[in-house]
T-cell receptor
Framework: AQSVSQHNHHVILSEAASLELGCNYS??????LFWYVQYPGQHLQLLLK??????LVKGIKGFEAEFIKSKFSFNLRKPSVQWSDTAEYFC???????????FGTGTRLKVLA | GAGVSQTPSNKVTEKGKYVELRCDPI?????LYWYRQSLGQGPEFLIY????????DSGLPNDRFFAVRPEGSVSTLKIQRTERGDSAVYLC???????????FGPGTRLLVL
């Protein structure tokens, strides 16, 4: 069965620190990859996505993610976090031919001002 | 434009009761999805509609759960004989097609006492 692993459940950073959140998936075929963010009191919002092409994708608010096929990974990065980045981050995978997303368990990020 | 809307935002019911949760997708989106998110977990797929028909209902946990989308727009998720374990946030998402990016609503928080 397909699965998505997010290794960090809770991350605490100071403002201006760099961020990297890990995401690994288990599926051997073609995948679409997503990072969603949920700010406190808000609904899931798309941060960035990878369908094909350049494996380094840029999203909103300075976030980027790199798809490394050989490692089945799609890690999220941001060079300098802000207090407003405090949120829960979810990695999701959609495999070609199916329509459902498989989500990781999420990473709660807290950025200290 | 307007995003995905869900009503009610919160629902408290007693064990054994019947509940209906409503989803209004983004106008023009033909694909609609229901997910369930339990505490500390990522969203889990329940069912996918393309138009009026359920194209994939493999995520419905048992026959107490049923969903309809009679006119290809609004969808209702129906839960019979609710159990305490059904308590979760029920999320709806829509997209322009089965393989396209899913946009999520705010969810309905269901609490079964």
């Amino acid at each position: 069965a397909q699965s998505v692993s997010q290794h960090n459940h809770h991350v605490i950073l100071s403002e201006a620190a760099s961020l990297e959140l890990g995401c690994n998936y288990s599926y051997g075929g073609t995948v679409n990859l997503f990072w969603y963010v949920q700010y406190p009191g808000q609904h899931l919002q798309l941060l960035l996505k990878y369908f094909s092409g350049d494996p380094l994708v840029k999203g909103i608010k300075g976030f980027e993610a790199e798809f490394i096929k050989s490692k089945f990974s799609f890690n999220l990065r941001k060079p300098s976090v802000q207090w407003s980045d405090t949120a829960e981050y979810f990695c999701a995978v959609g495999s070609l031919g199916t329509y459902k997303y498989i989500f990781g368990t999420g990473t709660r990020l807290k950025v200290l001002a | 434009g307007a995003g995905v809307s869900q009503t009610p935002s919160n629902k408290v019911t007693e064990k054994g009761k019947y509940v209906e949760l409503r989803c209004d997708p983004i106008s023009g989106h033909t694909a609609l999805y229901w997910y369930r998110q339990s505490l500390g977990q990522g969203p889990e797929f329940l069912i996918y509609f393309q138009g009026t028909g359920a194209a994939d209902d493999s995520g419905l946990p048992n026959d107490r759960f049923f969903a309809v989308r009679p006119e290809g727009s609004v969808s209702t998720l129906k839960i019979q004989r609710t159990e305490r374990g059904d308590s979760a946030v029920y999320l709806c998402a829509s997209s322009t097609g089965g393989q396209e990016t899913q946009y999520f609503g705010p969810g309905t928080r269901l609490l079964v006492l």
